[in-house]
Structures are given as structure tokens and as C-alpha cells.
């Protein structure tokens, strides 16, 4: 239960309301770390009271799961993933840092995804695996679309040829219908040949065909063939370079020097222009840095434009080659003993309803020390519209580029074996083209909890908000206590 006094619970300019609001959020977690069936739940769900009536009584679900099954033994298997949360609509509308407050710009959102596959030895000549990928978007707003998306993946890679050597042929074949726009496909056809020099070099040359509707209602197609050439020293180091028809320079590699250190890149081009996506991750005893860049093509929403959780940068510290999702649990535990918020984000993101273009960079580091955790996050990201043909309105109808920005740094105190104090603060910038209104958000948040027994937590905390618009610009001060309870 939270008890929070806000002096501008409508997040208005001209002072604003104050209210008393009472939040009940009873929850259920659930994991499995055995058997056929692995994974992790955490859901609950939240009823506002406000007694000043602000506004009336309102619900919120909060979700997050993620799961694998082993349904035939060696040979089928099923993903699961799930995730309900409150998202912005827009970008350029009113943003803002708690739940509880007033804010027509948020919307619950729900993305639910199922990934049943098979795989296994084809023959003896070729191992398989065959993928169909469901995931639907709902969200409770009227002004954004639903989207349904569909994904068929098939692959063949051959077995008992030379190190450095062999065939592979993949196909994928997607579908996205929204809901209050167009339906867009794309294909992808790719098939490769290697032949080892010797155990370090080996050559290879690829076919390739894709198409898709994103940017036009005609479909348009593109061909190309490749020649390039891979090194691999070691196992941990792989380094591969062509060149294409159309005189592309394409480039993978992957570098694991350590378990605690990292770097992938891979850099291609699609129909709709270059993409790539760059991965760094170090560690070290009491560290943890990451830095991603990627370009890549959006087709579902919400598209959760650089959206980062402190939760995603703290876990990197303790498990960057842990794939079982029961471990959440464990880390989850961490930044609440430590006053961290999982959901906690630097940059919220928006909805869209419509392919974009996305371009998207974020730095993160974390420090540990016997008694006290910081963590630094910043994020940058740059959307464009591919589809020039739907008349849906988003955020693309306004302005051609939506641009965001974010900053978020967290610092926490362990002041004894139950009590932690802990510092956040926040900004975040949305910019558009030319003749686009921007906005910035500024938060500051500081948190006292105790344990009070293992079952029972207290904290209480204070925030302060300043949100800069040319629209709707508003400053807000609340106070908060809760009272946390498990069995």
C-alpha cells in the first residue's frame, strides 16, 4: 500500500490540484527452474483511490513474464514473453514519472508474444529448425493502433564439412496488421557456401533476396550476391568482410576475450538502407559497462523508442551469459534491498502506428561497492517514418523525426543491514523536425526504506518533477509512504 500527497495531481500549469492518493497493489510472483516448464511471473495489480476526487477510481496491470517450455523431448519447444505497463502515446505530449497522477498522454499497453519451434537433424546431412512467432500489441487508447504481428523462420545449416566450411539456407516471412492502419510484409531469402583456405581463413559467397510493402503499396523486391572472406583465429574471435553486387561492404564479428568481457558487430544492407547493431559489455568485479548502437527496421508497437531499465544495465553485472529467465527473480530481489526501481527508465518511449526507421545508442555504467551502488544511464534515439502510404496519425504525422534523449543516475546508501537511502534523478528530451515542438522532463527522487521484519518493508520518500513545454508545462511535489507485505 502507498500513501501519496501530491500538489498537482492533473499535472497542470497553473498550479495544478492537490490530492491525497491511496494505492492498493496486491501481486503474485511465480517461477519454475525445473522440469519441462521454465520461467518467471510477476504481476499485480494496482486500484487508485483519490480523495479529493481528482479523479476517480482507476486500475492499472502491471505484467511481466517470460518463459520456455520443452513440449516434445529434444525436439519442440515453445517461448513465451509477456508484458503489460503504462506507455506515452506521444512523445510531444505531457510526460511524467509516477502512475498515480493524472495524465491523459499514458496509456496501459500489453504485448503478449508466443514462439512455438522444432529443431533436430535432417537426414544426417543437415541440422533444421523451423520458427512461427505470434505477438499482439493492445493498448487502451483510441488514437494508437492495435497491432498483430506474424513471423515464419525456417533454417538449414549443413553438418560434416571442413572447420570454417559448410551451406546454410534461411527463409523468414513476417506480417504486421494494424488495427487503424495499413498490413505490411517483408521476406528475406538467404543462402550462404564456405570453403576453408586453411584452419584460420576460409572464403564464402552468398545469395540474397528480400522484399517488402513498408515504404510503398506495390511491393519492391531487391537482389544481390556476395563475395567475402572470414578469419578466425580462435574460437572467441570471428571476423567476417564481403562485398555485394550493389557495392556494399557488409561486416560480423564477434570478440570474447573473457566471460566478462564482449563486443559483437554486424553491419548489412536492407532494401531500405544500411542497418547494423554494435554490442559492447565489460565487467568487472565491482563494474559493469555496456554500449549498444543499432539501426534497424520497427514494425510493431510500442515501440519503446531507447527505452532502458536500470534493471536491464544492473543484471548485465551478474549474469551477461545467464539465459535462465528464473534468475529475474534473484536480481529483482537486488535493486529492492538496494531502494532501485526495475522499471526505472531513462527514456519512455512513445507509440506508433506505423513501420519506422530506428536508430538508437545507449551508455550505461554501474558501480558496486561494499555498502553503496551507482549506476549511470544515458540514451539517445532518432525514428523515421518508412511507411510514406498510411494516413494513420501518430507522431509522424507532425513531424518527419521523432528524437529523444534521456540521463538517469542512481545512487544508493546502505545505512544498515535494513536500511538503504538512495538518490535518482532524471532527464528526458523529445525534439521533432522543424516546426515541432519539443518538451524536457527533470525528476528528482530520494528514498528512505527499511525491513522491518523478512516479510515486512517500509520507505518513504519525496519527488519533485519540472516538465518544459510550449503546450503544457507543469512542475509537481509529492510525498510518499508505503508499506510492502509478503507471504
Known amino acids: ?12 500549469g497553473n498550479g495544478g490540484s492537490s490530492d491525497f492518493i491511496t494505492q ?95 529443431r533436430g537433424r535432417l537426414a544426417g546431412v543437415a541440422d533444421y529448425e523451423a520458427r512461427y512467432s505470434l505477438t499482439t500489441n493492445r493498448s487502451q487508447s483510441t488514437v494508437v493502433s492495435d497491432v498483430n504481428s506474424s513471423v515464419l523462420s525456417l533454417k538449414l545449416t549443413g553438418v560434416g564439412a571442413l572447420p570454417g ?17 495499413r498490413s505490411t510484409t517483408s521476406r528475406r531469402i538467404n543462402g550462404q557456401v564456405s570453403y576453408p583456405f586453411n584452419t584460420e581463413w576460409s572464403g564464402y559467397a552468398s545469395v540474397n533476396h528480400e522484399s517488402n510493402n513498408f515504404a510503398a503499396a506495390a511491393t519492391q523486391a531487391d537482389n544481390s550476391a556476395a563475395l567475402g572472406v572470414r578469419w578466425a583465429p580462435y574460437e572467441e574471435f570471428r571476423v567476417g568482410i564481403d562485398r555485394d553486387t550493389r557495392g556494399f561492404t557488409g561486416l560480423s564479428m564477434n570478440w570474447a576475450p573473457s566471460k566478462r568481457a564482449s563486443l559483437s558487430v554486424v553491419r548489412e544492407q536492407r532494401l531500405f538502407g544500411e542497418t547494423h547493431n554494435i554490442a559492447l559489455a565489460y565487467r568487472t568485479p565491482n563494474t559493469a559497462w555496456t554500449f549498444i548502437d543499432s539501426r534497424s527496421v520497427g514494425t510493431g508497437q510500442p515501440s519503446n523508442s531507447g527505452s532502458v531499465s536500470l534493471y536491464d544495465l544492473l543484471t548485465a553485472s551478474f ?74 496519425v501518430d507522431d509522424f504525422t507532425t513531424s518527419s523525426v521523432v528524437g529523444q534523449t534521456g540521463l538517469a543516475l542512481n545512487v544508493s546508501h ?27 522532463l527533470r525528476s ?44
Not at 48 to 59: E, K, P
Not at 100 to 114: D, I, K, P, Q
Not at 417 to 440: D, F, I, K, P
Request: proline letters at 2%; aromatic letters at 8%.
Open 24 to 118: 492498493l497493489s496486491p501481486g503474485i510472483r511465480i517461477s519454475s527452474n525445473g522440469g519441462r516448464i521454465r520461467g518467471s511471473l510477476d504481476y499485480s495489480l494496482s486500484e487508485f483511490l483519490y480523495a479529493n476526487n481528482s479523479r476517480g477510481r482507476q486500475s492499472q496491470n502491471s505484467l511481466s513474464a517470460l518463459g520456455s517450455a520443452e513440449l516434445v523431448d529434444n525436439w519442440a519447444f515453445l517461448d513465451m514473453a509477456a508484458s503489460i505497463s503504462q506507455q506515452a502515446v506521444s512523445a510531444f505530449g505531457t510526460a511524467s514519472v509516477n502512475a498515480a497522477t493524472v495524465n491523459g498522454n499514458s496509456t496501459e499497453t500489453s504485448v503478449f508474444r508466443l514462439s512455438p519451434y522444432v
Open 319 to 392: 549474469a551477461s551469459s545467464e539465459t535462465d529467465p528464473v534468475k529475474r527473480a534473484q536480481y529483482d530481489a537486488f535493486l529492492l534491498a538496494n531502494g532501485i526501481r526495475p522499471g526505472a527508465t531513462a527514456i519512455g518511449g512513445f507509440l506508433s502506428s506505423s513501420v519506422s526507421l530506428q536508430r538508437q545508442q545507449q551508455l550505461s555504467f554501474a558501480l558496486f561497492g561494499a555498502r553503496s551502488t551507482v549506476s549511470v544511464v544515458a540514451t539517445r534515439s532518432s525514428n523515421t517514418r518508412l511507411d510514406t502510404v498510411s494516413a494513420v
Open 414 to 440: 546502505r545505512l544498515s543491514a535494513r536500511s538503504v537511502l538512495s538518490l535518482a534523478a532524471a532527464q528526458q528530451r523529445s525534439s521533432g523536425s522543424v516546426g515541432q515542438a519539443g518538451n524536457s
Open 165 to 181: 566450411g559448410g551451406w546454410s539456407l534461411q527463409a523468414d516471412s513476417q506480417s504486421t496488421d494494424y488495427s487503424a492502419g
Open 1 to 12: 500500500m502507498t500513501q501519496t500527497y501530491t500538489n498537482n495531481a492533473l499535472l497542470q
Open 444 to 487: 528528482y527522487n530520494i528514498n528512505l526504506s527499511h525491513q522491518f521484519s523478512r516479510d515486512m518493508t517500509g520507505n518513504i520518500g519525496a519527488r519533485r518533477a519540472v516538465f518544459d513545454s510550449n503546450i503544457a508545462p507543469y512542475s509537481e511535489t509529492a510525498v510518499t509512504g508505503t508499506l510492502s507485505v509478503q507471504f
